[in-house]
């Protein structure tokens, strides 16, 4: 069975462009969870997905943002970049709504804004 | 602000020795979990144990639950290199409106 898997690995950007990032769920799964790690700090919890609508979102500002597909991947998208947004981008998702059990991540997507 | 802090931030023993990290939290919570993170790549689940538990094993993982203090503790017996990660505990908080909300880490590392 394939685990969490996000797209692309390593991006590099130049402050104030957008990017995309991807994640595709475990197969089954349809809560996707979005978290951003700053280098050598704790995960920061960014939108939380269920069932193609948002659930919950963190203390981010508003040009983070993102979607769930009917296939229950999902996409985080970010504007007008800075140099504090570089950090692991990591998704995951659990088989559950409501009680949260476990999450399975995938590998992150490791972002530089230049 | 984290829900969860882990204590120590960093740990350094030798193999063969037990490593005890330690997590406190705010708010009640439906369970904990702790995660394992190697060189700055996805998270592993490790175990949970939820909040009527007190105590739970898992191979050389012992995790403990205080509710009443709010905090919890992991315990790695006879460690090795291999365990060498950073570890996280994150919690569930008991209405189900939140996602997994995640401390700060304790960096383990053994020394071989």
């Known amino acids: 069975e394939a685990g969490v898997t996000q797209s692309p690995t390593h991006l590099i950007k130049t402050r104030g462009q957008q990017v995309t990032l991807r994640c595709s769920p475990i197969?089954?799964?349809?809560?996707v969870y979005w978290y951003q790690q700053a280098l050598g700090l704790g995960l920061q919890f960014l939108l939380w997905?269920?069932?193609?609508?948002?659930?919950n979102r963190g203390n981010f500002p508003p040009r983070f943002s993102g979607r769930q597909f009917p296939n229950y991947s999902s996409e985080l998208n970010v504007n007008a970049l800075e140099l504090e947004d570089s950090a692991l981008y990591l998704c995951?998702?659990?088989?559950?709504?409501?009680?949260?059990?476990?999450?399975?991540f995938g590998q992150g997507t490791r972002l530089t804004v230049v | 602000s984290q829900q969860g802090e882990e204590d120590p931030q960093a740990l350094s023993i030798q193999e063969g020795e037990n490593a005890t990290m330690n997590c406190s939290y705010k708010t009640s919570i439906n369970n904990l979990q702790w995660y394992r993170q190697n060189s700055g790549r996805g998270l592993v689940h490790l175990i949970l144990i939820r909040s009527n538990e007190r105590e739970k094993h898992s191979g050389r993982l012992r995790v403990t639950l205080d509710t009443s203090k709010k905090s919890s503790s992991l315990l790695i017996t006879a460690s090795r290199a291999a365990d060498t990660a950073s570890y996280f505990c994150?919690?569930?908080?008991?209405?189900?409106?939140?996602?997994?909300?995640f401390g700060s880490g304790t960096r383990l590392q053994v020394q071989p």
């Open positions: 995951a998702s659990s088989s559950r709504t409501g009680l949260v059990t476990e999450a399975f």
């Open positions: 994150a919690t569930a908080m008991d209405t189900g409106r939140r996602a997994l909300t």
């Open positions: 197969s089954g799964h349809t809560s």
């Open positions: 997905y269920d069932e193609g609508e948002e659930r």
